[in-house]
């Protein structure tokens, strides 16, 4: 690849990066816009690996997903301890998570009382923008 190839792909990957954040994130609000572009992206069609955005979902998620390893707990944590964590740095209290299950649920499983089910555990996933098996 010689000095043009460099400078075209260079130019082409600021164009996109003014469109898709494809740089490594730090904070918070930039993880938050990469996943509003990660779910327009995903509604576009690009979960089918056939589509023209498959890579960029790909290399996106794995954006995402390095931010959230190094800030969310990892699997050796306990479920509950990562649905406190997710509340707390989303600053919801566990009425905000009504729809999702009752106070009384979210109580009884930040306490210990009580595991999250599968079905919970998805429910919840889709509220925080995690794998369910985060939750398992």
Known sequence: MGAKEIDKIAKRYRALCELVPLHPITNKAGYEVAVGHLNR?????????????AGLVDALGEMIHAYESRLIPTSDAEPRDVLKYLMEDHQLSQSD??????????????????GISRALAKKLAAQFHVSSATFL
């Open 97 to 114: 998570l009504s729809d999702i299950a009752s106070q009384g649920t979210i109580s009884d499983i930040l306490s210990g009382k009580r």
């Open 41 to 53: 992206l995903l509604d576009a069609g690009g979960a089918n690996q056939a589509h023209a955005l």
